[in-house]
């Protein structure tokens, strides 16, 4: 495209970059590789995880899964009580290994990181009397929320809510306002309270 404004002169993608063969993969083969990537990135993962991520229909989700399934790619598995699907060649992980345990970790996610974008839709429904900047990862899973009105400017944090179920190690509340304080600095956002308490 031009840069003079109002020259919106389309190009073909294949005049532009001819290195790339953009037929070499049908459209379907093209998404089952999506797909796929994004499986072995997760490990495990289930249709409603895959559907959040790339924001293709259930119908199409379905179909796509249907086809890594018909070509071996992936196998249909259950962890820790939960159906869902592990790449063929990462079934090692789970016969051998087995996947490592939680860790004493804590990082705070933006609402359009990888992993959130997997559990977008499970996050909207547990979440849904909040108001999320952001999600805190604890010791490998989601289990709370960073919450305030997001602006353009300057803006604080009302709450850092940890689920009640959450396992805090002792130290980790002081990791996670740490965690969030390095986001929203002073003076221009302030932590106000930590699972409803003022600080």
């Not at 229909?57 to 399934?69: D, R, V, Y």
């Amino acid at each position: 495209q031009p840069d003079a404004f109002g020259e919106q002169v389309w190009q073909t993608y294949e005049s532009e970059w001819p290195q790339f063969n953009i037929h070499r993969y049908s459209r379907q083969e093209a998404r089952m590789k999506v797909v796929l990537g994004f499986m072995r990135n997760m490990v495990f993962s289930d249709e409603a995880m895959v559907g959040d991520w790339t924001r293709l229909k259930k119908s199409e989700t379905g179909e796509i899964i249907a086809g890594l399934l018909d070509a071996g790619r992936i196998t249909g598995c259950s962890l820790e009580g939960a159906n869902g699907y592990i790449a063929t060649e990462d079934i090692c992980l789970l016969d051998s290994r087995g996947l490592p345990g939680p860790r004493h970790s804590v990082h705070i996610l933006h609402k359009a990181d990888y992993l959130t974008r997997a559990f977008e839709s499970r996050l909207k429904s547990r979440y849904s009397d909040k108001e999320v900047l952001q999600y805190v990862l604890l010791n490998g899973e989601i289990s709370g929320a960073v919450e305030g009105h997001w602006r353009i400017g300057p803006h604080d944090v009302e709450n850092i809510s940890i689920d009640p179920d959450a396992v805090l190690y002792e130290g980790q509340a002081d990791e996670i306002m740490e965690a969030v304080k390095a986001i929203y600095k002073k003076p221009y956002s302030n932590v106000l309270r930590f699972n409803g308490n003022l600080i």
